[in-house]
């Protein structure tokens, strides 16, 4: 029998999958998701770490991409970049009720030499 944090893993992994395969793992109120969106061509999406506790779950998602346009004022370099994106998501009754993401930006600017 499983947990329920098991049961609540199952339902944010189809959850993120179907979020990448409608383009909406960029919908976030962080300031530069819509940039990242457009900057980064070639996109690759990892689920790479789950946390769950009770109603709650965190997922670490890893995107590479290549570096193809402006991202925060900085050129496109053509370099390749790991951007890491966490999300939170709220299980009530077997089902999410709220969602929220962050990207990992101070990891992301060095790796396109941002000023």
């Known amino acids: ?5 098991q049961n609540n893993i199952e339902m944010v992994t189809a ?14 109120d ?11 061509e070639d996109q690759h999406y990892i689920l790479a770490d789950t946390l769950a ?11 590479t991409g290549l570096h193809n346009a ?15 994106q966490f999300r939170e998501f709220h299980i009530v009754d077997g089902k999410i ?9 101070g990891t992301l600017l060095p790796q396109i030499q941002a000023k």
Request: proline residues 2%.
């Open 97 to 105: 009720t709220n969602h929220s993401g962050w990207f990992d930006t």
């Open 1 to 5: 029998m499983k947990t329920i944090e």
């Open 15 to 28: 959850k993120i999958e179907e979020m990448w395969n409608k383009g909406d793992i960029y919908q976030t």
């Open 30 to 40: 962080q300031f530069f998701a819509e940039q990242i969106a457009e900057a980064f």
């Open 70 to 84: 402006s991202f925060a004022g900085n050129s496109p370099t053509g370099k390749s970049v790991q951007i890491t």
């Open 53 to 63: 506790q009770g109603e709650k779950v965190i997922a670490r998602i890893v995107i």
